[in-house]
């Protein structure tokens, strides 16, 4: 399969984020919810990459996917920032990223309010609507650090609130675009430098981090090691390898155990 080929789909796919009536359903309380467009995105996807594909795994958000079993593996969040699309906010995407046993190959963001779409494939490089992009080499102390809360689990939200407070009287200011994807594509182009997330779900992750790796930026999980595309984790990740040291070394400083 075509990086082109995948484009298509995934613009296809995004076709169905234009309908205007869609219900709303909660998945546990206010804070995660699925709208019937979620589901509508992600059923056309599974066919479409299963029928280009064959024999395929799929890690997906919606209604239990998880087969990781298979040599590919199709990692899809049929919308990334499923608040924000069910209020008519601009900050949700479409993400695909293929994995090839341990490592994502081919990845694919669309937000199409802006349409900016956002591609990469190992060792080819990372675009934005087909032209190439690059982190910045803004230092720590002039970055800008895209960050949340913990909404599905509020009870780290006091060593969230501890860490993001250091980071923000070390670096420039803070951001917050309510989609996970959005913005490790933002820190790829230079829109930001720093990211900091606690737990995030692979498929929040996955085709994103591809596009910053191929870009230039580095990512890790909250131990300073490579990120697991099948399992939920923390993520950090920087336009260089020296301000990641940094936000790592504030990250442990608040959730390294006390002696």
């Not at 990781?68 to 924000?84: K, L």
């Not at 780290?156 to 993001?164: F, P």
């Not at 020296?242 to 608040?254: C, D, M, R, S, W």
């Amino acid at each position: 399969m075509t990086i082109e080929e995948l484009i298509a789909i995934v613009r296809e796919a995004a076709q169905k984020m234009q309908q205007k009536n869609f219900e709303i359903e909660q998945k546990d309380g206010y804070a995660n919810i699925v709208t019937s467009t979620d589901v509508a995105v992600q059923e056309f996807l599974c066919q479409r990459l299963s029928e280009a594909l064959p024999g395929c795994g799929f890690l997906c958000e919606e209604e239990d996917q998880w087969d990781t079993s298979h040599e590919y593996t199709w990692v899809i969040d049929p919308i990334d920032g499923t608040a924000n699309f069910s209020r008519g906010m601009d900050h949700c995407c479409v993400c695909v990223g293929l994995k090839h046993l341990d490592k994502m190959e081919m990845a694919v963001v669309y937000l199409p309010w802006n349409d900016e779409l956002f591609h990469a494939e190992r060792g080819k490089g990372a675009y934005r609507n087909g032209a190439p992009i690059h982190v910045s080499d803004r230092p720590f102390a002039n970055s800008l650090l895209c960050t949340a809360l913990p909404v599905y689990h509020k009870e780290y939200a006091d060593v969230c609130s501890q860490i993001i407070l250091e980071a923000f009287k070390q670096c420039n200011d803070l951001r917050r675009f309510g989609s996970a994807a959005t913005e490790l594509c933002y820190l790829a182009m230079g829109r930001c430098e720093l990211y900091f997330e606690y737990l995030l779900s692979p498929w929040d992750f996955s085709a994103a981090s591809l596009i910053l790796e191929e870009a230039g930026g580095v990512l890790s999980n909250l131990t300073a090691t490579p990120l697991d595309y099948t399992h939920s984790s923390g993520v950090l990740a920087a336009n260089n390898a020296e301000n990641l040291k940094q936000l790592h070394a504030i990250v442990q400083k608040h959730t390294t155990p006390k002696a």
